[in-house]
């Protein structure tokens, strides 16, 4: 660790040029979550980011080791706490998977519903937080006037309006709220109607295009070398969309476009996520008046045990490619379990972009990584 | 490229290569030695496996495995390495120069099992304090304080 400010190499020894090393984080406003980055400055030009991570570090691959197959999604919800949904849809795939449960139709088609409101609210977080971060302040209201909607929607149907748990194997833990598709449809026409007013306020905003055009490019090559995944990888041109490659639950079965650009900047990862917002709505639209009736969970015996192998599952999260790696030894609980999340390695990109620019525009380019934290430290 | 290709093209870059299709993808088990060689050959190869997905490590009690998924953005085949290491010594040389993701994960595989990655830039604990004993997802790893286990 370095003090708050220290000059670690005087000038002598690099010509003209000094080094300042500052200290952004853990406790930094735009870092939303405790993550510690040091940056090597040269005036204002930054030289390299260090990021230190484990400030909210809390072991939940090796607690998982010991908790059952049932009980280990709970924690999942803990990580990425903006996806908890789709992170809980991953696990449940997984042991669905390994057991070979079928999953009746209505929890498949309740289950992609659930994923793409989630994956809205994440993004108008996103959207909200990451304006702010380059100073403007009201899109955060905007953002969160929709938003709220849908957490009222999770809150109804799931009992919770961050940390869902409402995914068990099989399916769901009950059935959907009687008001459910009346207020899902309320907030699509919401929607709709607001999504203009992000274009007038952000979009077209001369501003915003000038402090995020070109800043932090990321070319097709080091998207797939450093592993980036989900909209930061679209947005440089890399079709890696989960749920068009391996398609899960009922994602074969709407149509949806994968939303691709190819500048690579800060202004193209911004597209991108506004864009799969209503991607996300249209998915809704096919899904909502089509519930199928019947079950909402397959029956299942009260303790679950894999079979002894590996067993690999992989979702699409708002953040990218989230995937779960179990190795069973055939008990109740698992040997090993990995988390594959997509923010460990947006992070690791951060270096790469934003070295060599300037620091007022490392905000611009960490914003649009959408960094979770409790996801890259888990 | 059908597993059956996949064995033959793997078996001309490191004969001493041992499989296993009993899971979803062909998993192939070679020498520590023979990794870097053979991940090398699969980066820059006929198969351009191109996207490294996820890198990390089981503690078998008597051995531990590094395990690596590859895939490719062009085919979209997944195929996983694996390869042995000594549990008392664990050394195996870094793929960080073939895939930049590496750099990352085995950090974190660094501080949690205790693998040496030779040639790596920067090999630091990432998560963990800086000193912080022991290796917490080894499975004889015991914190007193703060009991992870039920």
């Known amino acids: 660790m370095y003090n708050q400010t220290e000059i670690i190499k005087d000038t002598s020894e690099l010509g003209a040029d000094g080094e300042l090393v500052i200290n952004m ?5 735009a870092t939303h979550g405790v993550l510690h980055l040091v940056v090597t400055l040269n005036g204002e030009t930054i030289k390299k980011i260090e990021p230190h991570l484990g400030f909210i570090h809390r072991s939940i691959e090796k607690m998982c080791e010991s908790l059952t197959y049932r009980q280990f999604i709970y924690v999942t919800s803990r990580m990425d706490y903006l996806s908890s949904h789709i992170n809980n849809l991953g696990c449940a795939l997984l042991v669905e998977k390994g057991m070979q449960i079928e999953v009746p139709d209505r929890a498949k088609y309740i289950r992609v519903i659930l994923s793409e409101l989630t994956r809205i609210a994440s993004h108008e977080l996103w959207l909200g937080a990451m304006a702010m971060d380059l100073g403007a302040f009201t899109p955060f209201f905007y953002a969160f006037r929709e938003r709220e ?30 008001d ?14 607001k999504v203009t007013e992000y274009e007038d306020l952000v979009t077209n905003n001369i501003i915003f295009q000038s402090r995020t055009k070109g800043v932090g490019i990321l070319s097709a090559e080091d998207a797939i070398s450093y592993g980036c995944t989900g909209p930061v990888a679209r947005a440089s041109g890399v079709s890696c969309d989960i749920r068009k490659i391996y398609p899960y639950e009922v994602y074969d079965k709407v149509e949806f476009e994968e939303v691709i650009e190819t500048a690579g900047d800060s202004f193209a990862r911004y597209i991108v996520r506004v864009k799969e917002m209503n991607q996300s709505i249209r998915i809704i639209e096919q899904l909502i008046d089509n519930i199928p009736e019947g079950d909402f969970v397959a029956k299942t015996k009260n303790v679950l045990k894999l079979p002894k192998g590996e067993f690999y599952s992989r979702v699409e999260t708002a953040r990218g490619e989230f995937g779960v790696y179990v190795v069973s030894e055939g008990g109740t609980t698992p040997h090993r379990i990995k988390f594959r999340s997509p923010g460990f390695s ?8 934003a070295a060599g620019g300037m620091i007022g525009d490392l905000m611009a380019s960490m914003g649009t990584l959408d960094l979770v934290i409790p996801d890259i430290d888990r | 490229m059908t597993n059956e290709e996949i ?16 899971g979803e993808w062909l998993n192939i088990l070679v020498e520590p030695t023979a990794l870097k060689p053979l991940m090398a050959a699969l980066r820059t190869g006929k198969m351009q496996m191109n996207y490294l997905f996820c890198v990390t490590c089981v503690d078998f009690k008597t051995h531990l495995t590094m395990v690596y998924h590859l895939s490719a953005t062009t085919h979209r085949q997944s195929i996983v390495i ?7 010594a664990p050394v195996i040389e870094t793929v960080c120069d073939i895939w930049r993701t590496a750099e990352f994960l085995e950090r974190e595989v660094f501080e949690m099992f205790g693998v040496n990655f030779t040639n790596h830039p920067d090999l ?20 007193p304080i703060n009991m992870i286990k039920l």
């Open chain 1, 25 to 29: 984080g853990p406790q930094h406003p």
């Open chain 2, 7 to 22: 064995k033959e093209y793997i078996s001309s870059l490191a004969p001493a290569a041992n499989y296993d299709e009993t």
């Open chain 1, 346 to 353: 947006n992070l690791s990109v951060l270096n790469h972009i």
């Open chain 2, 82 to 88: 694996k390869a042995n290491v000594n549990r008392d």
């Open chain 1, 149 to 178: 909607m849908i957490t009222d929607i999770m809150e109804d149907t799931c009992g919770a309006r961050l940390t869902m748990n409402y995914i068990v194997p099989g399916g769901l833990m009950y059935d959907l709220h009687p």
């Open chain 1, 180 to 193: 459910f598709q009346k207020k899902v449809k309320a907030f699509i026409t919401q929607f709709k109607s």
């Open chain 2, 124 to 143: 630091r604990k990432l998560i963990l304090e800086d000193d912080f004993k022991g290796f917490p997802l080894r499975k004889d790893f015991e914190d």
